[in-house]
Structure formats: structure tokens, C-alpha cells
């Protein structure tokens, strides 16, 4: 079982707060409506990550397929030529 770790406090506006409590469930906590939500953030911008990373993929075998691609190596090369003529 992993340790828990406590978060800082966070300040928010009196209706922020009155809006929490209003959604709060029988015998729910502030502490774990928090964390519940820090937990969804957490999860929905890693699924967000993973979908960005996998357009990118699919991007760089189309541009591939297409032959409208340029390899990291090339465009390293050239921007570090670039670089040496500006020196």
C-alpha cells in the first residue's frame, strides 16, 4: 500500500465554495469531493495526452506514406548548418 501525501490548501471564492457544498453527497466529504476531482483532472488529461501523442503518430505515417516527409535527422542537419553559417 503506498503512503498518502497531502495536497496545499487551496484558496477559492465563496461561491466556488457554496457550489461544492451544494453538490456534496450524503455523508461526503469536501476533502474527498477534492480528491475525487483532482483524481478525474489527473485521468482525463493523461487519456488527453495519449490521444495527442497518438494523432502525432498517425500524422507522421501519413506524411511518411505520402511522401511529404522530412526525417529528423535531415532537419537537424540543416538547422545545425544554419547555425555554424550564422557564427
Known amino acids: 500500500m503506498s503512503k498518502t501525501a497531502t495536497l496545499p490548501p ?3 471564492d465563496a461561491a466556488a465554495k457554496r457550489g461544492i ?3 456534496l453527497r450524503e455523508n461526503e466529504t469536501v476533502s ?6 483532482v483524481l ?4 482525463r488529461r493523461k487519456q488527453q495526452q495519449e490521444e495527442l501523442i497518438a ?3 498517425i500524422a ?3 506524411a511518411q506514406s505520402s511522401g511529404d516527409y ?5 532537419v537537424l542537419k540543416a538547422l545545425a ?3 555554424r553559417k550564422k557564427k
Open 55 to 57: 494523432k502525432g503518430f
Open 10 to 12: 487551496v484558496r477559492i
Open 60 to 62: 507522421a505515417r501519413e
Open 70 to 74: 522530412v526525417s529528423s535527422d535531415v
Open 32 to 37: 474527498a469531493f477534492v480528491e475525487d476531482a
Open 81 to 83: 548548418q544554419r547555425l
Open 40 to 43: 478525474q483532472s489527473i485521468s
Open 21 to 23: 457544498h451544494a453538490l
